[in-house]
């Protein structure tokens, strides 16, 4: 099945990224990583670019495991417009909290964000449940698995993304 458009944007994105990333060396690389990671010194692009970057392979996967399933199915259902709509909150919230959490807190630095996909997640965990059943995943088990890990691990990123999805269930985005 092909993907929807934005998902496969995406994807390249995050793919992409991650392998020119890892094809750098020395200044290159550490000049990548300062524009494309949010931290103290970082410029307000990297509000936006953190989501993209992923220097880890687990984040990678996990992200591109949901925007592969998740992404697609919501896109699939409720059209492009309003599943661009739906990940541009995701961005900003997160980006939101992840800034604020930065701004407290100098030793900490953001890439590879799992906002967006806490997005996705949480918003299908209340719109619409079945979708998530559909693709053998408990929909009442994610946005309490979320909040979990986004205190335990102080990942403020994951609970604006989080915060979004559901808003975006109660604004009926």
């Not at 929807?4 to 094809?23: D, E, K, T």
């Not at 970057?53 to 996967?61: D, E, F, S, T």
């Not at 309003?82 to 909290?97: P, Y």
Request: aromatic share 10%; with cysteine.
């Amino acid at each position: 099945m092909l993907r929807p458009m934005p998902v496969r944007v995406l994807l390249s994105a995050n793919i992409g990224l991650f392998a020119f990333y890892h094809l750098q060396a020395g200044p290159s690389k550490i000049r990548l990583s300062k524009d494309f990671t949010l931290q103290p010194e970082s410029g307000p692009q990297a509000l936006l670019t953190y989501h993209f970057l992923h220097k880890n392979i687990v984040p990678l996967a996990f992200n591109t495991a949901v925007l592969f399933t998740v992404g697609s199915s919501l896109c699939l259902a409720n059209g492009n417009a309003r599943f661009v709509r739906l990940l541009a909150m995701g961005a900003a919230t997160s980006s939101l909290f992840a800034a604020m959490n930065i701004r407290n807190d100098a030793t900490a630095t953001q890439c590879g964000g799992l906002g967006l996909s806490a997005t996705m997640i949480t918003y299908s965990a209340f719109a619409c449940p079945g979708r998530l059943a559909a693709l053998n995943m408990a929909p009442a088990l994610w946005a309490p698995l979320f909040l979990s890990y986004a205190f335990y691990c102080n990942d403020k990123s994951v609970l604006g993304g989080a915060l979004a999805g559901y808003t975006a269930f109660l604004l009926a985005l």
